[in-house]
């Protein structure tokens, strides 16, 4: 709060110029302005849409991927190379080929938020599948359970802290990887409205689309961790932790 006083103070008396960064009044007023004319419901409503598709086929694509690399040797030997190659790669130098391939619609733009929170899915689910006990995999074949019952009543449970970890890392990415999208042939979204604002030098709105997408980023990731006190409150050390 004191930061955002001297900010504000700072901006007032000249002493930061206001085209260099807006004051913390300003970006209110404007943020205000841009919800009373429907500009940022409308925008914010696109980016949602497009984030949300993205981190759903990353999910599936990261599961899937980590399943068959974490249940097999040849599956890792398979998939976790190739994995590991398009991890490294920028998310710049795909824009163009994205758009070679799949137009300048909405397609690229979820491909490149799929793309980037996929890996962190992939990533944890395939340590938290490798890092399950050896013994209770010893029990479940000692009590007869079939393969497809010890993956459900015991791998995926016991890899499941690791999955939610990587689920957090992918949706703070899926808000990065969006940012990156949005400025590529976008006609609308929050990144679209800043690309806009910078044409007009208006920092007031381009603040206003940056607190957006923090704000996104810890309300999604405070729905996971609802998600993880939920599906996790049957491990002692998770009611441990609750109750300290």
């Known amino acids: 709060m004191l930061l955002v006083l001297l ?5 007032s008396t000249g002493l930061l110029s206001t085209h260099v960064v807006a004051s913390p009044f300003q970006i209110a007023l404007t943020g205000w302005t841009l919800v009373k004319d429907g500009t940022l419901q409308t925008n914010l409503l696109v980016s949602l849409a497009r984030a949300g598709v993205g981190l759903g086929i990353a999910f599936v694509a990261g599961v899937g991927l980590a399943l068959i690399a974490g249940l097999s040797r040849l599956g890792e030997d398979i998939v976790d190379a190739p994995v590991q190659i398009l991890r490294t790669l920028p998310a710049l130098a795909l824009v163009p080929l994205f758009i070679l391939w799949f137009g300048i619609g909405e397609t690229p733009k979820i491909a ?13 689910l395939h340590k938290g599948i490798r890092s399950i006990d050896p013994k209770l995999l010893e029990m479940a074949r ?17 890899a499941l802290p690791d999955l939610l970890i990587g689920l957090r890392f992918a949706v703070g990415i899926s808000w990065l990887m969006l940012v990156v999208a949005e400025q590529v042939n976008a006609e609308s979204g929050i990144g679209h409205m800043m690309m806009d604002a ?12 940056l607190v957006i997408y923090g704000l996104l980023g810890l309300i999604s990731d405070q729905i996971v961790r609802f998600f993880e006190t939920i599906l996790l409150s049957w491990r002692p ?8």
């Open 7 to 11: 900010w504000q103070v700072a901006c």
């Open 112 to 124: 490149l938020v799929a793309l980037g929170a996929s890996f962190p899915i992939y990533l944890n």
């Open 142 to 158: 000692t009590l007869g359970l079939t393969r497809t019952s010890t993956i459900r009543d015991v791998i995926l449970p016991g």
């Open 198 to 209: 910078e044409d007009f030098l208006r920092t007031d709105i381009i603040l206003v689309g």
């Open 237 to 244: 050390s998770h009611r441990a932790a609750r109750s300290a």
